[in-house]
């Protein structure tokens, strides 16, 4: 090889691990890059400071989505006014870079508390895709801001507390859960042109977000609907497998599924968490109850780290439960809030509740050991935080903040 192919071979190497860095710290949709709450770019300091150092704030407006966070440029999804809007920002200063907005009916009754959407935009493929609070679909481009494509096919039904989950985006397909109660539809809108590739008309749509798995080869999107959690095969939305999952009381399916291999486990308001084995049995796929455990979530989706589950229990206290059979490793005496994240930061975990404090902590399943408290916020917060190298987006009741560990 002579010297310029050299230095070419060189700048290309460079070329990609610059990328892969800056990819690493992206945050495209709900709960991070493989919506398991794992932060892989986030830089743990080695001492935590009593405070965090804020870079920047700005207004955006009510709502409780999390941003996404797509190389240098942030998008939020919120309401202002009469209006549902996302918002483009710069993500090293906060300035507006373009903005959507459309009519939309606010959240009314016990959920008009929080007018604002609760559905995090998903980025894949320069887009933009937001499912408002009413069930309206919409894909921008993510550069510019044109609106590509718009649905509404929610029919004016909405769940009990108005719409809530992420669509997600795969294999070019947008997958979004529609409808109200008793009745629903999973749509895949074709990202190009906002065509439906196909449709699932079932039960009524939960609050928890989709995931997706291979199992046995076949890719297919996890769904938990009010009742059940189902798995529905990417290429044609065929039902592959259904399992119950029905809340108890008031309860709600709230959080996002965990996948494991072809592993799924679910947690819910006063049913525990359960593990099902997702496995072919002649032409037909089952879903098979590993165990049962009794620790559940409410507003929370627990993460999966070195086969233990790390969350926010029903009661608002963090918990550490064995993923191999359901059984508490640990629980805290000192209550967070129901509503809050817990966020796989490498060497440590992060928790945030409404209450505003994020605490970091050791991922061990003897017991817990908290390694810092800092407030982040004088208001409550209730969108997921994103974690990346060593920056910290919050989103308040009406407010963004860039905060740096150092």
């Known amino acids: ?19 892969g860095m800056v990819s690493a710290q992206d945050w495209p949709q709900w709960r991070g890059a493989n919506r398991d709450g794992k932060a892989t770019g986030f830089t743990a300091p080695a001492t935590w400071p009593k405070e965090l150092k804020a870079q920047w704030k700005v207004a955006v407006g009510p709502g409780d989505s999390t941003p996404a966070l797509v190389g240098d440029k942030l998008f939020v999804f919120t309401r202002d006014g009469a209006d549902e809007v996302t918002l483009c920002l710069n993500a090293a200063d906060g300035k507006e870079i373009w903005r959507d907005k459309y009519p939309a009916a606010a959240a009314t009754g016990p959920a008009g508390r929080h007018p604002g959407p609760r559905s995090s935009p998903t980025v894949a493929d320069g887009k933009v895709v937001t499912l408002g ?171 999966l780290k070195d086969g233990k589950l790390f969350g926010i229990s029903e009661g608002g206290f963090l918990y550490c439960m064995n993923a191999a059979d359901g059984k508490d490793a640990w629980t805290t005496s000192d209550k967070l809030d129901r509503f809050g994240a817990v966020i796989d930061g490498g060497s440590c975990l992060l928790a945030l509740s409404t209450n505003s404090n994020l605490i970091a902590y050791e991922p061990s399943d003897k017991e817990y050991k908290e390694l810092a408290k800092i407030k982040v916020s004088d208001k409550q917060i209730y969108a997921h935080p994103v974690v990346a190298g060593k920056r910290i987006f919050v989103r308040d009741t009406d407010s963004l903040s860039l905060l740096t560990t150092e």
């Open 133 to 303: 609070v009413g069930g309206t679909v919409s894909c921008l481009d993510a550069a510019s801001g044109k609106v590509l494509w718009r649905k509404d096919d929610a029919s004016g039904s909405v769940p009990k507390f108005f719409t809530s989950m992420s669509p997600i985006i795969v294999d070019g397909l947008a997958i979004a859960h529609v409808g109200g109660e008793g009745k629903g539809q999973v749509i895949a809108y074709e990202l190009a042109n906002g065509n439906a590739k196909w449709k699932w008309a079932g039960e009524g749509p939960g609050y928890a977000s989709p995931v997706l798995m291979t199992a046995d080869g076949v890719k297919q999107v996890v769904i938990e609907t009010e009742k059940s959690v189902v798995g529905l095969a990417v290429a044609d939305g065929k039902l592959l497998w259904q399992a119950p999952f029905a809340p108890s009381g008031m309860g709600t399916n709230a959080a996002t599924p965990i996948i494991d291999g072809q592993t799924v486990i679910v947690a819910g308001q006063g049913r525990g968490t359960k593990a099902f084995k997702i496995a072919k049995e002649g032409d037909a796929f089952a879903a098979k109850e590993l165990w049962s455990g009794k620790t559940g979530t409410v507003f929370n989706s627990p993460v």
């Open 1 to 19: 090889m002579n010297m310029s192919n050299r230095k070419w071979a060189v700048l290309v190497l460079c070329t990609v691990l610059i990328a």
